[in-house]
């Protein structure tokens, strides 16, 4: 094997890694806005929009998946947000809670793990793009491209809950 095939094979394998940590950090990601859905069912708002944006995280984590085969990657294309059994007796915990008796705490930290997971992916599709740009891999460019404002929407949605949030937990009394 020539020194340019083990250059070539190297950084394929750098790339089949980034991709395969995107796809594990988009797979928590939804995991995470899904959780924080059952947890809210009653913050109507709560549950509907997490759940709305979740659903990228899903779509990202099949076109990351897809994207990882011809880097020799063999990735589920399916999101699996865990125990349908957990999350249903999460909903209905959350139900029978009511709205004015959620933990305002829970929610927070929910936000903030949400918040979180969302900047780390953000920040690994722009490694992604920029790691493209370099070895001109027009597919992996136009996938983060079309990926990452999604990405960056679910962030600023996170960020704008927390402020919103905050101060109403913080000196509820």
Known sequence: MSLTAAMRGARGNMIGMSIGELHRSE??????LV???DQQKAEHEIFHVARDIAAWSDQHVSE??????QYGL???PEPGHGNAVLAAVRRRSSEALGRFST??????????RVHRLAAGVSLDWELLAQTAQAVKAADLLALAQDCHPQTLRQLRWANAKLKE?????????
């Open 27 to 32: 797979h928590r990601l939804g995991s995470a």
């Open 165 to 173: 949030v905050s101060p109403q937990v913080m000196t509820a009394g």
């Open 64 to 69: 990351l998946a897809a994207a990882g085969q």
């Open 35 to 37: 959780s924080l859905s």
């Open 103 to 112: 933990p305002g705490l829970l929610l927070l930290a929910e936000l903030r």
């Open 74 to 76: 063999t990735l589920d």
